[in-house]
């Protein structure tokens, strides 16, 4: 069965830092918990406890918790109201929909004199005649009972009436306590026959699956098929027998239905945990060490070379919606492997790249997963760098970093930085011989040497 672990405790206490010491509120509802206990030595300060929605018997280990305040223990499997006396901060108490029908057990409360609120709703002794009168003249210091004030007038009235609708309560509840008995009888019965029949069923089974002969063997082999469609009608027979067949409505039924349900979700679990095993696994490598372009989860992709700024980008359509602690990237050099939930992706890149510079991303408009990454190979430095560097490097290292990007750099002049001699004032000097000694020509010559 399941009972409250410390790791369950701790788990619902992530608003108080996980610390159950000091703990004043947790909620445990609907965790199948089967037994109530450990709380009352965890938790000494809890002041709110939720517990509906469980399995829970019987009220029990919560009476050392003295500064409880609220208790909520709808929709279990509670028959009488006990164990509560050392609750004494004790206001509100929630029992809607248990199987209560010791209604007399209320006596025990008479001790938490600060309760304030009960519920009682669902529970069978509500159907009892005098029900409501009962609990009123019982319980002074109730000021609510299934969400209705009691008013001092109906106190009065119920307590003017009190011995003989006792005597009634009691004779209702001895019957419904002999009623009771026959159904657990009839649950323990049934649950005999059940556990006959699976028995017999197991039996016929591995009688069947252990095969003597070679040729059973091969017969057995070749049957697998028909077993399986055969096992999946039985299963529907069963599931159909089960939920059609009547039965009341009592503890023992709802603890069955709940370990009916917890027994076919734990057969398709090994089911499918079989199937998983079964499979084979997906080739991304050969035996040769060759890898593979692979794409299980069938998505599109594209993959761009970045010449500009020398790096591969791939852009892999996951899911818009994917959580991405589904997604794991692995980058190597000659190729990338993403796992989507599981299934790989793996292309094999045109160039070798650096797997410690990528660097995944996804996009916040389309989800997809964009992933950079840098190429191994170095390229020349941007283009003013490059024409200083230029100045001072010979012919071979230039023609070596040509070479080496398989770009084409070209020289741009700018025609504001440089003047061109203008064509249009060249002219043709003349000779100056036979024009006499040079002195005597001052304007002439001055004009020369400009």
Known sequence: FVSVTEDLVRRRAEHN??????????????????????????????????????????????????????????????????????????????????????????????????????????????????????????????????????????????????????WKIREQEQAYLLKRAREKEEAQRKMQERKDEKDKQMDSKLGFDSPDSPQEKSNHAEGDGEQERCRTVENDDEDRKFWEEPTPYTPESRLETHRYIEEKRRAKDNIRESKKKEKAAWTLVTAEGKVLNVNVPKLHFSLKDDEENNQIILDLAVYRHLDTSLLDVDVQPTYIRVLVKGKPFQLVLPEEVK???????????????????????????????????????????????????????????????????DVTKIIQEKERTGQGPIKLQPQKVTEVKK
């Open 17 to 166: 830092n996980c610390e159950i010491f000091s703990l004043e509120e947790i909620s445990l509802h609907q965790q199948e918990i089967e037994k109530l206990e450990h709380l009352d030595k965890w938790c000494r300060d809890l002041k709110i406890l939720y517990l509906q929605n469980n399995l829970i018997p019987k009220i029990e280990n919560v009476s050392k918790l003295k500064k409880l305040e609220y208790l909520n223990v709808a929709l279990n499997n509670i028959e009488r109201i006990e164990n509560l006396e050392g609750c004494e901060e004790l206001k509100k108490l929630d029992l809607t929909a248990n199987f209560i029908g010791e209604l007399s057990s209320i006596e025990s409360l008479k001790c938490n004199i600060h309760l304030k609120e009960l519920f009682l709703m669902g529970n069978p002794c509500t159907e009892f005649e005098g029900y409501r009168q009962f609990v009123v003249a019982t319980l002074h210091q109730l000021k609510y009972l299934d969400s209705k004030e009691i008013e001092r007038s109906e106190r009065i009235k119920a307590l003017q009436n009190y011995p003989e609708v006792k």
């Open 355 to 421: 797997p410690d510079s990528s660097c995944a991303k996804r996009s916040q408009t389309t989800g997809h997963l964009v992933v950079t990454m840098p190429k191994a190979k170095e390229i020349i430095l941007p283009k003013q760098k490059v024409s200083a560097s230029i100045k001072h490097s010979d012919c071979n290292t230039q023609q070596k970093n040509t070479r080496r990007s398989g770009q084409v750099e070209k020289l741009e002049v700018d025609p504001n930085k440089y003047s061109f001699p």
